[in-house]
């Protein structure tokens, strides 16, 4: 079992900035791909961006390229989600994920390991 804990979410004026972690304890050498996704009210979860094992490969949704960047640190079993010149729509809980498969597919479906969730709240 891989258990995944966020942090670092909060509130924000626009065009500020947010880091976002995701501490991984367990089975952490299964973990091919880390993940996160979002979810604002009302609205189904939708994927945020991936980062494969060796960090080589990232994958982000057009709605976050260019602001967003992924990253991990393997030996502190910690993936990170940098976000900058954040958007009122940027709102949402965001959640980590994590699974032995590494895609580029943005389904929620291959991620069998998912954190709880951090508040971030961007006004405008």
């Known amino acids: 079992q891989v258990q995944l804990v966020e942090s670092g979410g909060g509130s924000v004026q626009a065009g500020g900035s947010l880091r976002l972690s995701c501490a991984a304890s367990?089975?952490?050498?299964?973990?091919?791909?880390m993940g996160w996704f979002r979810q604002a009210p009302g609205k189904e979860r939708e994927f945020v961006a991936n980062?494969?094992?060796?960090?080589?490969?990232?994958y982000y949704a057009d709605s976050v390229k260019g602001r967003f960047t992924i990253s991990r640190d393997n030996p502190r079993n910690t993936a990170y989600l940098q976000m900058n010149s954040l958007k009122p729509e940027d709102t949402a809980v965001y959640y980590c994920?994590?699974?032995?498969?590494?895609?580029?597919?943005?389904?929620?479906?291959?991620?069998?390991?998912w954190g709880q969730g951090t508040q971030v709240t961007v006004s405008s």
């Open positions: 980062i494969n094992r060796n960090a080589g490969t990232t």
């Open positions: 994920a994590g699974s032995s498969i590494y895609s580029t597919s943005t389904s929620q479906r291959i991620y069998p390991y």
């Open positions: 367990g089975r952490t050498f299964t973990m091919n791909s």
